[in-house]
């Protein structure tokens, strides 16, 4: 009963998809003698869980931190190939030659901007996670020539690949979990495979049991969450020897987004009932 429950409740991500909304990357001047941040990617790294994310995304907050030239050309709903295209413009391009830091989030959309019904279909009901290892080997070889991609532009720059976290703590749980172990694997491999060639930071961990990092769209870090973020970030760095503290520095308080409150009510309640009622049917019916 509880794969039907885990069907329904992927429909939901549809809906949980359409909030993901495309927005132009920013960038701040560039001071010289300062080192050049950049973050590449997708909505996580753009900061789409809050208001303001201009002032007060993870990658800000690193930057204010450590005293960095920051550019953000992250784009919510980029998924592995819509990043290799953007890489190509050269604005982008430029910016990767002049980094000596990169922030790299991508890979969340590579699964859910593919058929999520039909996955959690598959996954749920019939405990098939072919199509997920079919896209987790898409995503790698992307992931591939990303790498080598900037490479190509910039042989020198430090990149923090970042793991990927499940938001989910309902019905959905599984199937993003199944998801996020999947992408999480395909960073590990191509670590082990090139030594040295990026250094993860691992938020999946970080945000393991903690729902009250996940902003009330059910997708994105609030703004704790990105100071979660920026705290892992400023620890690595400071590991490498490229900073100083691993204490953040808010120039600017995140702002979360009020709206979507009664869009998490809604889903929390829908798949709340789908756990009662789908089992009480099915009881009485057969």
């Known amino acids: 009963m509880k794969k039907l429950i885990k069907i329904i409740a992927v429909i939901l991500t549809v809906a949980i998809a359409a909030v993901c909304v495309v927005m132009p990357y920013f960038n701040v001047s560039a001071e010289e003698g300062k080192p050049n941040y950049l973050l590449l990617g997708d909505s996580i790294g753009f900061g789409a869980g809050i208001v303001n994310p201009d002032e007060a995304c993870y990658g800000k907050i690193v930057a204010d931190t450590n005293g960095y030239n920051y550019k953000n050309c992250c784009v919510s709903g980029y998924n592995s190939t819509a990043l290799l295209a953007h890489m190509l413009l050269p604005s982008v391009s430029d910016a990767i030659e002049e980094a000596d830091i990169i922030s790299l989030s991508i890979g969340g959309n590579d699964f859910l901007t593919s058929n999520m019904v039909q996955l959690g279909i598959e996954a749920g009901a019939f405990n098939n996670l072919a199509?997920?290892?079919?896209?987790?080997?898409?995503?790698?070889?992307?992931?591939?020539?990303?790498?080598?991609?900037?490479?190509?532009?910039?042989?020198?720059?430090?990149?923090?690949?970042?793991?990927?976290?499940?938001?989910?703590?309902?019905?959905?749980?599984?199937?993003?979990?199944?998801?996020?172990?999947?992408?999480?694997?395909?960073?590990?491999?191509?670590?082990?495979?090139?030594?040295?060639?990026?250094?993860?930071?691992?938020?999946?961990?970080?945000?393991?049991?903690?729902?009250?990092?996940?902003?009330?769209?059910?997708?994105?870090?609030?703004?704790?969450?990105?100071?979660?973020?920026?705290?892992?970030?400023?620890?690595?760095?400071?590991?490498?020897?490229?900073?100083?503290?691993?204490?953040?520095?808010?120039?600017?308080?995140?702002?979360?987004?009020?709206?979507?409150?009664?869009?998490?009510?809604?889903?929390?309640?829908?798949?709340?009932?789908?756990?009662?009622?789908?089992?009480?049917?099915?009881?009485?019916?057969?």
């Not at 790698?140 to 532009?153: A, G, Q, S």
């Not at 042989?155 to 999480?184: C, F, S």
């Not at 040295?196 to 945000?207: E, L, M, N, R, Y």
């Open 131 to 286: 199509t997920f290892d079919k896209i987790a080997e898409d995503f790698y070889e992307n992931y591939c020539r990303i790498i080598e991609k900037i490479r190509e532009l910039n042989p020198d720059a430090v990149i923090l690949a970042q793991t990927l976290y499940n938001p989910m703590h309902n019905a959905l749980n599984e199937i993003y979990q199944a998801g996020a172990d999947r992408l999480n694997a395909v960073y590990r491999r191509y670590l082990k495979e090139n030594p040295g060639s990026i250094v993860i930071v691992d938020v999946g961990k970080a945000f393991e049991g903690h729902p009250e990092y996940i902003a009330d769209d059910c997708v994105h870090p609030n703004s704790i969450g990105n100071e979660i973020i920026a705290k892992l970030v400023l620890k690595t760095l400071k590991d490498l020897g490229l900073g100083k503290t691993d204490v953040p520095v808010i120039a600017v308080e995140g702002m979360d987004f009020g709206t979507y409150k009664l869009f998490k009510f809604a889903i929390d309640a829908i798949v709340s009932v789908a756990d009662f009622f789908i089992p009480w049917f099915f009881s009485v019916t057969y």
